[in-house]
């Protein structure tokens, strides 16, 4: 520990062990409680199961109190904790109990760690951070590991070749543009561009062995992430390690703008396999599926907040990634002059409130109330904050939310008449769209409930949402609430029990 010493003895404890007593300065105000947990964590740790008492300082006096009563509920022994000359004389408890607490600590030390691009040494002033960099200095902090590592740099090189795709879209015409005469699982036809990107990103990801399986937008179901096996030569094969982790993706969300030159983008969400495949709740006609198709789904069907990490890449004007690995919000900027993802957006934090509201206002009308007359009120400066908000909405939700992100306000796709379940994909869409928005200090929602806690049913599933600003979307959400609708409650109670709405 970094304990700060003004003085230091030696006291003599029972047997032929002894412990330093620390006096704590006033450079030491700040971190005594973690000093003092480290205190009696260490004794029980040298203790090794002794009888014996371990003098702890006497500003550590409820830090020790409160650790002794964890330590005695663990090995059920006594440990007498009193006050004697300004220090606590503390009975250690066993050695295993002492392992218990130490790693509990160490994990949690390491879960709050943060990655600060200011700390970084020796970057580049030609470059700046890169993405690659970032990803190196989160996993020697803890933060991510190396299969994690190697995912994002997958979705790295896939979305510059989506980037270059989408660029030149407009000079390649009869390549790239147009529809491919086919139609989704979705029931909606497939743009040329869908396609192609997702066999970009599919392909990307596959071969990293770092996925136990894949769920793609495109993709009738989810398939396995690593190939058992592909061929480098005519003559040789080669196999991969198999996966622990879950990527679901959309590689082209806002196709359907492609050929007019909007905005578009990539969702991903990345999630890890459940240890118990048994306790995944999967549908009634997986009993009809093999057993590497019902392993694909159990790893599939999580709610998002179960989500290590999620984001998008925004290919417009710029090419920008966006994600989060459950410690922030983070942005990068594709640099074309050297084919590096670069640190732009160090700390994305929506604004608690916005001025805009964005969504498809012609179908207002066949919204759900309280829906209807919040969209009204705020028009109409009748909201809580008594200003009149703006409409401005692309019909891309990656070029909607990334606005919606950096200047504050509100995105929205609600139930209708008739789509009563929205037409945002939960797996590729919402979860990953509503952690992202959480982790940079906004709110998702569906009308009731939070996006985050919905169960998934089937891998594409379809969910209202509402997201963005966090009093934004608490304002709205408080008309849901107010609302005497029994049926569109029980649509949202239906989702989160995991049950078809």
Not at 7 to 15: D, F, I, K, M, V
Not at 257 to 286: H, Q, R, W, Y
């Amino acid at each position: 520990l970094p304990i700060s010493q003004s003085t230091s003895n030696w006291l003599p404890g029972r047997g032929d062990t002894f412990f330093r007593s620390v006096d704590f300065t006033s450079t030491m105000r700040g971190k005594r409680s973690v000093a003092c947990r480290g205190a009696v964590a260490g004794a029980a740790l040298v203790a090794a199961g002794s009888q014996t008492n371990f003098v702890a300082p006497g500003p550590c006096t409820k830090a020790v109190q409160s650790s002794v009563g964890t330590l005695r509920a663990s090995q059920g022994q006594g440990a007498a904790a009193s006050d004697h000359a300004g220090a606590v004389p503390v009975l250690a408890a066993g050695l295993a109990a002492a392992s218990v607490m130490g790693a509990s600590m160490r994990s949690k030390r390491t879960a709050r760690r943060a990655v600060d691009p200011d700390s970084f040494s020796g970057v580049c002033e030609q470059t700046g951070v890169t993405l690659n960099r970032y990803l190196i200095e989160a996993q020697k902090r803890g933060v991510i590991d190396s299969d994690i590592t190697s995912v994002f740099n997958s979705i790295r090189e896939a979305t510059k070749v989506i980037s270059k795709l989408v660029n030149r879209a407009p000079l390649s015409q009869a390549e790239l543009l147009g529809l491919q005469g086919e139609i989704n699982v979705q029931g909606e036809d497939q743009k040329k561009l869908d396609v192609i990107t997702n066999d970009v990103l599919k392909k990307a990801l596959r071969y990293t062995g770092k996925l136990g399986t894949m769920a793609s937008e495109e993709e009738d179901e989810p398939v396995a992430g690593s190939a058992k096996e592909f061929s480098v030569s005519s003559s040789k094969a080669v196999v991969t390690d198999t996966g622990k982790y879950v990527c679901v993706f959309d590689p082209l969300d806002g196709s359907s703008n492609v050929d007019a030159g909007i905005a578009v983008g990539t969702i991903f969400g990345i999630f890890k396999e459940p240890d118990d495949m048994s306790e995944c709740v999967l549908p009634a006609d997986a009993k009809d599926l093999d057993e590497e198709m019902v392993s694909c789904l159990a790893g599939t069907l999580q709610p998002g907040k179960a989500l290590v990490a999620a984001g998008y890449v925004l290919y417009s004007c710029s090419t920008e990634m966006v994600f989060t690995v459950g410690r922030g919000c983070v942005g990068f900027t594709l640099d074309s002059s050297i084919g590096e993802y670069v640190l732009t957006r160090p700390k994305i934090q929506i604004p608690d409130r916005g001025k805009i509201y964005s969504c498809n206002e012609a179908n207002i009308g066949n919204w759900d109330a309280p829906m209807r007359e919040y969209i009204q009120d705020i028009q109409n400066g009748k909201g809580e904050t008594g200003q009149k908000y703006s409409l401005r909405y692309i019909g891309s939700m990656v070029g909607d939310v990334h606005r919606t992100l950096l200047y504050g306000g509100l995105f929205a796709y609600p139930a209708d008449t008739k789509n009563k379940d929205g037409k945002l994909r939960l797996l590729y869409e919402a979860a990953p769209m509503s952690f992202l928005l959480e982790q940079a200090g906004g709110k998702a929602i569906t009308g009731h409930s939070r996006v985050m806690d919905i169960p998934p049913v089937s891998v594409h599933q379809r969910v209202p949402i509402i997201l963005g600003s966090k009093k934004d979307v608490e304002e709205c959400q408080k008309y849901y609430d107010k609302s005497d609708d029994p049926e569109l409650r029980a649509r949202c109670e239906s989702r989160l029990k995991g049950v078809n709405a």
